[in-house]
């Protein structure tokens, strides 16, 4: 397989995003060349397909990636995989790092395009849209996941020009069909949209969101709250 040359740019910013918000990285064996490859895999459910479609295309685009998505048996969910081992020296070049943590690459860092494209891949991947208030309403942007996220806090103040919050929660569960209690912890990353960020949101960030839902919430508080006086 030709490998293409990979530059920085907007689209490859918001792989980047969704990859370390959603992907997850296997070994695996390829018995006919008895050969081991190592995977990048995205499993979503039907809400997300939006997402997982663009990924496939910018897969295919940036990478000459080319696989199929495909509908589990028993779950409505939706899988899709790529093969990534010969990919590890252009990720090393580019300052792509997978480890559970959302690191922008550097070249995103200096850069408002690239970095806007990069969290608009982390909202379609982990993030969700919460608005408070009914008076005075606030648009908050969450963004969960399992590790505190320092990188990313730094580069959110930067850009958006806003205070960030952290938090760490947790739940227990427990699932009567097999009397099994768990207990879960994971951290809440938010910050809010406000006239100080109201145009970098709207103009960087909203047109790289491709699940339509997570967008027009944006977009409603957006029109609602701010339209009126012009963004």
């Known amino acids: 397989m030709c490998m293409k040359e990979v530059k920085p740019s907007e689209k490859l910013a918001y792989w980047i995003g969704v990859a370390q918000s959603d992907g997850h990285f296997k070994k695996y064996l390829v018995k006919s060349r008895n050969y081991e490859d190592l995977s990048l895999s995205l499993g979503v459910g039907r809400n997300s397909l939006p997402m997982i479609q663009k990924f496939q295309e910018l897969s295919s685009k940036i990478f000459n990636r080319h696989s199929k998505i495909w509908k589990e048996n028993k779950r409505e969910i939706w899988d899709y995989h790529i093969g990534i081992k010969k990919l590890l020296n252009i990720f090393s070049q580019l300052g792509i790092i997978f480890n559970g943590l959302f690191i922008p690459p550097k070249w995103t860092m200096n850069n408002p395009d690239f970095f806007g494209a990069y969290l608009g891949g982390i909202i379609d991947g982990d993030g969700d849209i919460r608005i408070k208030r009914k008076k005075y309403p606030q648009c908050i942007v969450r963004i969960t996941s399992g590790f505190k996220q320092d990188l990313l806090k730094t580069y959110v103040k930067k850009f958006l020009n806003c205070s960030v919050s952290e938090t760490k929660r947790s739940k227990r569960s427990y699932l009567a069909k097999y009397n099994l209690h768990f207990f879960g912890s994971w951290f809440a990353f938010e910050f809010l949209i406000s006239k100080k960020n109201l145009e970098f949101v709207f103009n960087r960030i909203v047109p790289h969101i491709n ?20 963004i």
């Open 211 to 230: 699940l339509t839902y997570k967008k027009q919430k944006i977009l409603d508080f957006i029109k609602t709250r701010y339209a009126p006086s012009g």
